[in-house]
């Protein structure tokens, strides 16, 4: 269990096992001044140092935790530029041409991921493009995947996807438990805590302040700035980033976004090394596969293991049913992993909008946010700093949705987790009869 307040110790994880060294940060003490202070230490703040670094502007850099402690640390690491919302249903909603800048902003922050490996020299970050599946588990969606390759390839010219058969998904993953498949060679999969790691090893290098263990319990308005406060002390700065994404409930400070979000748990399980003909055939490919239920299941290779996660509202905590439910849908998938010990189980908090859509912009004339990234956060908050950086100099980035629509605070807040409750309910029903 956690202590009622941050900071927090780590979670027990396959990526804490296996991380790379980790760069030591202290707390803050004392008052210090800056031009920008950033709220958040994971891949959407340290983006953000990076390239207010590079626009000539003094930013510090507040972790209620340890750096990676949030979803940048504990997430499936796949690497992918899709959103929430299909390209299609974005282009009949509101336009092609929203569709089309939606579509180049995915792989946009597809290939940031690269440059920033590229950069800080992330090897322990073991980066592998090797693409993304998407497998169809009933008839129905195949049908609806056949429609979405055939509408990216005329209306936005995507030839990095194809359509696989029946026989052709077996070869790929080693399950005869799909129809068909979306195979996009955009993507792939990464160790997320190195990368995390990596980023904040190579911002300290260049000089940058980040600090730990340093929850902001307070922001104020004063003269021209605003002041931060913290248990160790104070930051004055001229702007505010706050980059807090699922976690922006942790502290008073960032209530401004916290009402906008709707945290939903997903959950993680690792096997043991797998070996023989089993482990060989078993997602040969190294990609990222995911599932067309609405209560999507994903699945990846991690070296020799193989890690199989899904989305539950299951509560504020771990859950053995939820734990339990996971390993049974992986051994339908995979009956050659009955046997096979689970060593690993985690789990983290996914960052719902009421629109499906991340959101970047200005609460007001001193705070700037970027959240809410639905669950496909890898690529797009580690390249999200770039443009939160625009914003702060006084710029407007185009990012399609993500800056034309305001950040809507969640209806009837206060009882979102039944409501989450209820819906996930109904989507599992909708599941279980095939619709």
Aim: aromatic share 8%.
């Amino acid at each position: 269990m956690m202590t009622a307040h941050p900071p927090f110790p780590d979670i027990a994880s396959l990526w804490q096992e296996t991380a790379a060294d980790r760069p030591v940060f202290d707390a803050l003490s004392g008052g210090r001044h800056y031009d920008v202070a950033i709220i958040g230490g994971g891949y959407t703040g340290l983006s953000t140092a990076r390239y207010l670094a590079r626009r000539g502007l003094s930013a510090v850099l507040l972790e209620a935790s340890r750096i990676g402690w949030g979803a940048s640390g504990r997430n499936g690491g796949v690497v992918s530029g899709k959103f929430r919302l299909a390209f299609s249903e974005i282009a009949a909603r509101y336009g092609i041409d929203t569709a089309r800048r939606m579509h180049d902003l995915g792989i946009e922050a597809i290939d940031h991921v690269g440059e920033l490996v590229e950069d800080y020299g992330i090897a322990a970050a073991d980066y592998q493009p090797t693409g993304s599946l998407r497998c169809a588990h009933n008839a129905v969606s195949l049908t609806s995947l056949k429609k979405e390759f055939e509408w990216l390839h005329q209306a936005l010219g995507d030839r990095a996807c194809s359509i696989l058969s029946a026989a052709e998904m077996e070869a790929e993953t080693g399950s005869r438990d799909f129809l068909g498949g979306m195979l996009n060679t955009h993507g792939g999969i990464i160790h997320p805590l190195n990368f995390v790691f990596g980023i904040a090893a190579g911002l300290k290098k260049s000089g940058l302040d980040i600090f730990e263990n340093t929850p902001v319990t307070g922001l104020r308005r004063e003269g021209s700035g605003v002041v931060l406060e913290t248990a160790g002390g104070t930051v004055t700065a001229r702007q505010v980033v706050i980059a807090t994404n699922s976690y922006s409930d942790l502290t008073p400070a960032t209530s401004a976004v916290r009402k906008a979000i709707i945290p939903f748990r997903s959950a993680m399980i690792a096997t043991a090394p797998l070996s023989g003909l089993s482990g060989r055939k078993l997602l040969a490919y190294g990609r990222s596969y995911t599932e067309t239920r609405r209560m999507m299941r994903w699945f990846r290779k991690a070296g020799d293991r193989l890690l199989y996660g899904g989305r539950g509202a299951f509560g504020k905590n771990d859950s053995e049913s939820a734990f339990a439910a996971l390993h049974r849908a992986m051994v339908r998938q995979f009956p050659e992993l009955a046997g096979v010990a689970v060593t690993h189980r985690w789990s983290g908090l996914v960052a719902m909008t009421m629109d499906s859509i991340p959101h970047a912009g200005r609460l007001d004339d001193r705070i700037v946010y970027a959240v809410g990234y639905n669950g496909t956060g890898v690529a797009l908050a580690s390249t999200m700093g770039k443009h939160v950086a625009a914003i702060v100099t006084g710029e407007s980035p185009d990012l399609g949705l993500l800056t034309s629509k305001r950040l809507k605070p969640v209806p009837f807040y206060p009882i979102r987790e039944p409501a989450v409750r209820l819906v996930a309910g109904w989507y599992q029903f909708l599941d279980a009869i095939g619709r």
